[in-house]
């Protein structure tokens, strides 16, 4: 298959955003979904390959029937999770009913109406914090100054992790979710590969790299489960670690690495998504500064839709299949791509146009529905919006400067760096 369209070639991750979004458009023509081969990943294995589901109705088809497309054995990663990776990032999201079931009732503890109307006062006070130092600093990296550091913060205060932590969690974050990225992991694809991907020892330093992140999250949370099982707070870690239903040690060592990974980059990615947009399109910025309150919610669905900050899961067919016509075998792994997903012509009029006031916008930016749509698409929505809500108010001529330095991955549609001025 040509490169320029093959979902396993990594450099394809490095091509402009317009270049591969014709490439997705091109797949979801395609009468069946395309099948693409595993890259051989030294120390993890491979498998023969896994289809590319990029199509709305196949995304969402497979979301919500989890007993044929199963999150298990490892819904974040291509390659089978080995379990001394699983001990770290074997969280409930690799997890199928009751497994999964029981992990989500009880950390949903953190995410009821009441709880979220509890830190809407948290989350202004911590907007307008960070957005006065952004003002007395002076403009500089809009993700390193702003965008990054609001969910980062709002997590860790959930959790009651002191402050003099935020900026390690931020570190081992970047460095959990660096995938090919060099900047974050120190290691870079070998252009003589013909999949551009990485060789043994380069491997080995990266999985070093990314196991030495998932320990030191991993201590951290356990070391503050044993105080709050000593001491109990009030704080989220204390509500999982007591009750009739709690979390172990490992378990929430894993749910912490998932919360703070999952929960800041959404955020973080579509602020700084947003901003870029907002630039771009200064009639839609027009649009919505006119009446914030009005159309705050259908600019951050929008926004969400357009940048798609998480690319795609993995789900593995249970049993023989047909789904929307095409037939999958038992043990077929299927790669749910939600940027295609939230592109797709048959669902959205005119996909590649942002526009704010989107109805209907049933994108799945959260995930497709089912078990595993995202348990806190609320409190991101919430942190967008209070985030832009400062920025405007305190910055109203505040706009990206130049084109931003992406992340190189094919699991999270990052933002790294993003020059700004207000």
């Known amino acids: 298959m040509d490169t320029a369209a093959d979902l396993s070639h990594i450099p394809f991750w490095g091509l402009p955003q317009a270049e591969r979004h014709e490439a997705f458009r091109r797949l979801r023509a395609l009468d069946h979904p395309a099948f693409f081969r595993e890259n051989k990943i030294p120390f993890i294995g491979h498998g023969a390959g896994y289809y590319a589901l990029v199509r709305h109705a196949d995304v969402t088809g497979a979301s919500r029937d989890p007993a044929v497309f199963s999150s298990e ?8 999770m080995p379990r001394w990776l699983a001990v770290y990032f074997g969280s409930m999201i690799n997890m199928d009913d009751p497994r999964h079931a029981r992990l989500r009732r009880i950390v949903s503890r953190a995410f009821t109406p009441r709880i979220l109307a509890k830190m809407e006062e948290d989350l202004g006070r911590a907007a307008r914090e960070i957005v006065g130092e952004a003002v007395r600093e002076g403009p500089g990296d809009f993700v390193t100054q702003i965008a990054a550091r609001l969910p980062v913060r709002v997590i860790c205060d959930m959790m009651g992790i002191p402050a003099e932590h935020h900026d390690r969690v931020l570190r081992r974050t970047n460095t959990i979710l660096a995938n090919a990225d060099s900047e974050y992991s120190g290691v870079a694809v070998d252009p003589s590969r013909p999949d551009g991907s990485f060789g043994r020892w380069t491997t080995a330093r990266g999985l070093a790299a990314l196991l030495r992140a998932g320990h030191d999250l991993n201590a951290l949370a356990r070391r503050l489960a044993g105080e709050r099982r000593r001491r109990p707070t009030d704080d989220l870690t204390s509500m999982l670690v007591h ?11 894993s749910f912490f690495i998932l919360l703070v990974v999952a929960g800041s980059e959404t955020t973080r990615n579509a602020v700084a998504h947003g901003l870029k947009l907002l630039t771009d399109h200064p009639g839609q910025r027009a649009l919505l ?21 998480v690319i795609q899961f993995r789900r593995t067919v249970t049993r023989d299949h047909t789904m929307n016509g095409h037939d999958y075998r038992a043990g077929d792994k299927v790669l749910l791509f939600y940027n295609s997903a939230n592109r797709d012509e048959t669902v959205f009029r005119d996909p590649d146009v942002f526009d704010i006031t989107r109805s209907p916008n049933p994108h799945v930016g959260f995930g497709g529905h089912g078990p595993h749509y995202c348990l806190g698409a609320h409190l991101a929505r919430r942190e967008i919006t209070v985030m832009f809500r400062e920025l405007f108010g305190r910055m109203p001529a505040i706009r990206s400067v130049g084109e931003p330095s992406y992340l190189l991955s094919n699991f999270i549609n990052g933002v790294k760096h993003m020059s700004y001025r207000f």
């Open 243 to 253: 009750g009739e239903e709690h979390l172990t040690a490992q378990e929430l060592g």
């Open 289 to 309: 500064l006119e009446d914030f309150d009005g159309r705050i919610a259908g600019a951050v669905e929008e926004i969400v839709r357009y940048s798609s900050p």
């Open 73 to 80: 054995p490892t819904a974040n990663s291509v390659p089978d």
